[in-house]
């Protein structure tokens, strides 16, 4: 599966919607999301893909994620980043 | 109603082991943020912390009186013979016999909760010390005490997370206030700045990884901070009658809950509980020289505290806001206790404390953070602020003891 695929799958769980109707620009805030639903979501993706992502809301310059794309570009930027280790 | 005198401080803080040496470094603004130094650190990516350094639990308790203490009772136990030490009141008063004690904890005994599950899942030691549930109570730092010092009046623990402390005295305040009470013992006491409490925190992202700097434009989130404070809270009567010396009095206590997101503040609740603790004092806002900010120093509480006090204060003038975060860190159930200490300081000695490491005040937010230094200046009276995860909120006010009946 994709990377696509797995972060469509744990966003749609988060928010008990089909993941089907989601895509790369689906907008969080508009999906639904509140507060607490974007660090759930951050913590299902460290687990699913092993990595950690350094996000933190007080940070202006940490990693923004407003849309499904910016979770899998986060996501596939962690996993090249391990690889070239 | 009864006048209620504060008329004792005690606290242990990272820059401080009394409440006079607190209170000096958080004027002065001299952070007492530093490296993380504990057990299993190796677990914790956050760097840093406000940790009470240099501490040496054999300076205060003989090892058998240890061996029942965790840290958290440890602080709130020195901090109480400080208090009331320096209330002068006499050990046999009779009113200090039956006083209450009420003492705000965020989560308890934590050390021994980290220590015993390191052992146990960590170890695999199939036993821990016998003490170790009346360690780690949450009523634990309110029951010691009350054997330490012989108060035998109503004594227990309220959990509001970061507002514990501030309810605790708000409980207190109203006991001697309603006459039930003529002396009170209240505070608030945490230390759990632990590998597994630590893990936890990381993962709500809201941690700092260089400082704290409330109302900052760069503001980086909260750090984590650990100590007690207790105040001695007394009928006006009963303390002028003993020739005291009235620190200042508190005058009104709002408490309400937001009843809608578990982490974000809610700007009408907040505001309301700000008014709720006015109208109790029966002050109104031009009569507020000073409100000690809640001031975690996260995005979130910087707009929405900033957003409420505005609001509160529209069409008076504004008072000078501060945060002693920036030095003490966010001791969590201690704090609303520790920030009544240096909101009682500060209408003593008449001297606003600064907000330290406040480098760029956010011209957005609209309000005067003392970001320069302390600022000597007329304080008539005070608001001090506590919003608790689960959308507690607790506002005191407090009275320089001159302040005209």
């Not at chain 2, 507002?163 to 605790?168: E, F, K, L, Q, V």
């Not at chain 2, 409980?171 to 893990?199: D, N, P, Y």
């Not at chain 2, 806001?321 to 969590?332: E, I, R």
Request: glycine letters at 10%; proline letters at 5%.
């Amino acid at each position: 599966m994709s990377v696509l695929e797995r972060v469509k799958a744990i966003v749609g769980k988060q928010i008990g919607r089909d993941p089907a109707s989601l895509d790369d620009n689906s907008d969080l805030a508009e999906a639904g999301y509140e507060s607490l639903d974007v660090i759930e979501t951050v913590f299902a993706i460290e687990e699913e893909f092993g990595i950690d992502i350094p996000f933190n809301a007080n940070v202006g310059d940490s990693v923004q994620l407003r849309t499904v794309g910016d979770i899998v570009t986060v996501v596939e930027d962690a996993l090249a980043k391990r690889q070239s280790r | 109603m009864k006048r209620v005198a504060i008329t004792g401080l005690g606290a242990i803080t990272p820059v401080g082991k009394t409440a006079p040496e607190s209170w000096r470094a958080v004027a002065a603004g001299e952070s007492g943020i530093g490296p993380i130094d504990i057990e299993r650190g190796d677990l914790v990516t956050c760097p840093i912390a406000a940790q009470v350094k240099d501490y040496d639990p054999a300076d205060h308790f003989p090892a058998r009186q240890l061996a029942m203490l965790d840290r958290v009772s440890q602080f709130a136990v020195i901090t109480a013979r400080e208090a009331l030490a320096h209330s002068g009141i006499d050990r046999d008063d009779p009113a200090l016999r039956q006083a209450p004690t009420i003492i705000g904890v965020g989560v308890g005994g934590m050390q021994t909760l980290d220590d015993n599950f390191a052992r146990l899942y960590g170890e695999g030691k199939p036993r821990v010390h016998p003490f170790s549930i009346p360690k780690l109570m949450t009523n634990a730092p309110a029951s010691q005490i009350t054997m330490d010092l012989g108060l035998r009046g109503m004594a227990l623990a309220v959990a509001s997370a970061c507002a514990s402390g501030a309810h605790a005295l708000g409980l207190a305040f109203k006991m001697v206030r309603s006459g039930e009470a003529k002396i009170a013992v209240a505070g608030g006491a945490e230390a759990c700045i632990t590998a597994g409490t630590m893990v936890g925190w990381e993962a709500l992202r809201v941690l700092s990884a260089d400082t704290c700097r409330p109302f900052s434009r760069n503001r980086s989130g909260l750090v984590i901070g650990e100590g007690a404070a207790t105040l001695i809270l007394e009928e006006w009567d009963h303390a002028r009658a003993r020739g005291a010396t009235i620190l200042a009095e508190l005058t009104g206590f709002g408490a309400n809950a937001d009843a809608a997101d578990l982490t974000s503040p809610n700007a009408e609740s907040t505001m309301e509980a700000m008014r709720a603790a006015l109208a109790d004092a029966r002050l109104s806002p031009a009569d507020i020289d000073y409100v000690n900010a809640h001031g975690t120093g996260t995005a979130m509480n910087d707009e929405v505290e900033s957003a409420v006090i505005r609001a509160v204060f529209d069409g008076a003038p504004l008072p000078l806001v501060s945060s002693v975060k920036a030095v003490l860190g966010h001791s969590l159930g201690a704090a609303g206790a520790l920030e009544a200490v240096m909101t009682v300081k500060a209408l003593q000695e008449q001297l606003v404390p600064p907000t330290a490491n406040c480098t760029d005040p956010d011209p957005a937010l609209g309000l005067d953070f003392v970001a320069e230094g302390a600022r000597r200046t007329p304080v008539r009276h005070a608001l001090s602020n506590s919003f608790a995860f689960g959308g507690l909120n607790a506002v005191l006010a407090f009275s320089a003891a001159g302040s005209p009946d």
